[in-house]
């Protein structure tokens, strides 16, 4: 009796031991592939997108130029200045504007300040009232002498000034300080956060001299005497 010959199959089922580790790799290998070109192909699908948006307004931006000299002249400042935009390519050619003037300090005359000071001691015994030591005083006394401090120096101010307010509004009402306002003619208080327009309540309205009248000197006058000495006989 012979011995039964092993099939085909049973023949080849060494190879196909040995050969499944290679093809779990290659199973492996044709997936990690499979990702890759998807997200290759993504990529190349968005940048395709992209130039495809831009095609209308490169037809358009073409046809313009052949038709219009001056915008194909705006095309080529563009490409040649290499700026992001036709306005940026406009204010490239724009002079530079003028440095703004630096403020320069300067002392304060006081022959002027003198003066009105002088003139607010005769009317209104204004530095006599301020050097005054008050403490001992009484609140009617001082009271009383701040009346007439008060009338004499509101002469003075009506016949040698003119003064207005800043802000014509109520004080306590709603006011806005806009972008640009005048620092020295408005000033915001408490909390300053960010940038303006700045809305708050109005708490003082400020003062303007429109006009001051301040009467002539002689140039022998001693300005710095506020108001001679007074002596008896």
Known sequence: MTDQKPSLSQRLQPLLQRLKPLMQQAKRLSARGWVLARHWFGIAARETWIVLKRLPIASYSFARAMADANYAHRLTDLYIDGASSLSAAAAAKQPAPAPQPVAVLQDAGPDSALVLLSLLQKEGRFLDFLQEEVSSYGDHEVGAAARVVHEGCQRVLNDHLSIAPVR???????????????????????????????????????WRAVEVRLPQVASSHDVRILAPAEVEL
Not at 183 to 203: I, K, N, S
């Open 168 to 206: 014509t509004e109520a004080e306590g009402s709603t006011v806005t300080l806009n972008k640009g306002f005048d620092p020295a003619a408005e000033r915001p208080t408490g909390q300053v956060v960010g940038e303006p327009p700045f809305t708050g309540a109005l708490v003082h309205r400020g």
